[in-house]
T-cell receptor, first 115, second 113 residues
Framework: GAVVSQHPSWVICKSGTSVKIECRSL??????MFWYRQFPKQSLMLMATSNEGSKATYEQGVEKDKFLINHASLTLSTLTVTSAHPEDSSFYIC???????????FGNGTRLTVT | KQEVTQIPAALSVPEGENLVLNCSFTDSAIYNLQWFRQDPGKGLTSLLLIQSSQREQTSGRLNASLDKSSGRSTLYIAASQPGDSATYLCAVREAGANSKLTFGKGITLSVRP
């Protein structure tokens, strides 16, 4: 149990376009979802925390108008990279958990390449 | 601000060797510590999770220890195999309902046949 599905697994887009990444909890209700970004040979850096039905909380230095996060249901959160640029090329990973101090479960990540 | 350090960044060992991967963190007020495995271009696979009240956890050939007071954890891999080649990430979780994980940069392990 506790499967998190992330889609797409990879995407290539042109500079200036927007890309949407989905994160779904398949067999549990995710009260909270987290979005991370990972550059090559670097650690996962938390971008934002989203709770179902409320606005996401962004980490310092992450532009909320560029990385739009929606968590409209207990099983789905989306990250939209708006007006993507080559420097946004990265590996994006989501994680989800039930309420309280329950364990975190990770998706398989999305490789974004902006040309 | 919590910082997690993993040194060295890369490690290469011959098959069959027992090895220890180290992780240190700056703030000992953690809820738990978790070791993950990441294969190239893939997501994270949770290996072991140690609650702050525990000293170690074991799963098969893997053993993770936690010394919260000194801010250290080790992942011990017994009888390493080529299939163990991957990046191993250490992450600490703060206490709290929306607690986040702070990751180290990982140690890339290569086990030579």
């Amino acid at each position: 149990g506790a499967v998190v599905s992330q889609h797409p697994s990879w995407v290539i887009c042109k500079s200036g376009t927007s890309v949407k990444i989905e994160c779904r909890s398949l067999d549990f209700q995710a009260t909270t979802m987290f979005w991370y970004r990972q550059f090559p040979k670097q650690s996962l850096m938390l971008m934002a925390t989203s709770n179902e039905g409320s606005k996401a909380t962004y980490e310092q230095g992450v532009e909320k108008d560029k990385f739009l996060i929606n968590h409209a249901s207990l099983t789905l959160s989306t990250l939209t990279v708006t007006s993507a640029h080559p420097e946004d090329s990265s590996f994006y990973i989501c994680s989800a958990k039930r309420g309280g101090d329950s364990p975190l479960h990770f998706g398989n990540g999305t490789r974004l390449t902006v040309t | 601000k919590q910082e997690v350090t993993q040194i060295p960044a890369a490690l290469s060992v011959p098959e069959g060797e027992n090895l220890v991967l180290n992780c240190s963190f700056t703030d000992s007020a953690i809820y738990n510590l978790q070791w993950f495995r990441q294969d190239p271009g893939k997501g994270l696979t949770s290996l072991l999770l140690i609650q702050s009240s525990q000293r170690e956890q074991t799963s098969g050939r893997l053993n993770a220890s936690l010394d919260k007071s000194s801010g250290r954890s080790t992942l011990y891999i017994a009888a390493s195999q080529p299939g163990d080649s991957a990046t191993y990430l250490c992450a600490v979780r703060e206490a709290g309902a929306n607690s986040k994980l702070t990751f180290g940069k990982g140690i890339t392990l290569s086990v030579r046949p």
